[in-house]
């Protein structure tokens, strides 16, 4: 029988699922790194984790029997892809189970920035009412600029469709996708010269760590607003807020911080940086939330379930 580990808590429907075909699924939520090193997964065919643990090279050559991982979610910066590639691990990922959420949460966010929702909600609860501080600016009047159009990218577009904004889409490695969900299709240099708005839905990567800085921001010719559900690594949190302050950002709304531990269940750290940006007035921020719905905890596992099956069947 298929030994599978699921090493963080995902939906039932994938253990449901994977064990009415047959498979031995068992709890291994609490197990350690140290504990797989040493053999604890060595007969296992299939593990499933969120982001908790971070599969390299050596975890693998711990788990000579592995032939798939699932990874709740999109994200797949912490699995070591080219040796898993080289070994013939195929992995699995759920992107298109929160892509709804994320394209919904990025929507929120970037109303509260552009109507001022949240500030206007702390300054009636202090008593005030000053209506003219809080005027805010009009979507639909915007350029919206998406860097990303894989599935989170094109969710946020889609959402976007309701609201008649002009949108341009710039991805490095897609083309040919002009017209989907109204937007188009634009090289960088053009959404430096006209975005209003820029969202981004890029992976962690090498390429995109840290691509978020002074020079990045400086190369935009209108000041903007930033939006980032995607990874806080990629973004420099030191030059958004210097950006901020100078007037180049009119606004940033984050989900993600570059001071998640790699589990994403919290921040490794709080330095001062961290202080700065809790107490911009221009900022909106939420705990790694975007994909994080009702709905989308069991969507990723049904997605998985879906991928999963075919292959455990075509590869007994």
């Not at 291994?28 to 140290?34: C, I, S």
């Not at 995109?208 to 800085?213: A, L």
């Not at 719905?293 to 997605?303: A, R």
Request: aromatic share 6%.
């Amino acid at each position: 029988m298929k030994r599978i580990a699921f090493l963080d808590t995902v939906h039932a429907v994938l253990w449901d699922r994977l064990t009415q075909a047959g498979c031995a699924c068992e709890h291994a939520e609490n197990l350690t790194r140290e504990e797989i090193l040493t053999g604890a997964l060595a007969d296992h065919v299939g593990i499933v984790l969120r982001s908790r643990l971070t599969l390299d090279a050596a975890i693998m050559d711990a788990m000579p029997r592995l032939k798939w991982i699932a990874r709740s979610g999109a994200g797949l910066d912490n699995i070591d892809i080219e040796t898993a590639e080289i070994r013939g691990i195929h992995v699995f990922s759920s992107p298109e189970g929160n892509a709804t959420a994320v394209g919904e949460h990025a929507i929120g966010q970037l109303l509260m920035l552009l109507h001022q929702l949240a500030e206007a909600d702390r300054h009636v609860r202090s008593g005030g009412w000053d209506r003219e501080a809080h005027r805010g600016i009009e979507l639909e009047a915007r350029t919206v600029g998406i860097i990303g159009f894989g599935n989170m990218g094109q969710s946020f577009a889609k959402r976007l469709m309701g609201f008649g904004c002009r949108v341009l889409v710039y991805d490095k490695y897609l083309s040919k996708f002009n017209g989907q969900y109204g937007v188009q299709e634009v090289d960088m240099k053009r959404l430096n010269n006209e975005a209003d708005i820029i969202s981004l839905h890029v992976p962690l990567t090498s390429e995109t760590q840290g691509m978020v800085n002074d020079q990045w921001i400086s190369q935009f010719k209108k000041t903007f607003h930033l939006v980032n559900t995607a990874r806080g690594e990629i973004v420099d949190t030191g030059a958004v807020l210097d950006a901020l302050d100078r007037g180049q950002l009119l606004g940033a709304a984050l989900d993600v911080l570059e001071f998640e531990k790699r589990s994403l269940e919290g921040l490794a750290q709080r330095p001062v940086l961290l202080d700065r940006l809790l107490k911009h007035p221009r900022t909106i921020l939420s705990p790694h939330v975007a994909g994080w719905t009702t709905e989308s905890y069991f969507k990723l596992s049904n997605v998985l379930a879906d991928k999963i099956l075919p292959f455990t069947k075509k590869n007994p």
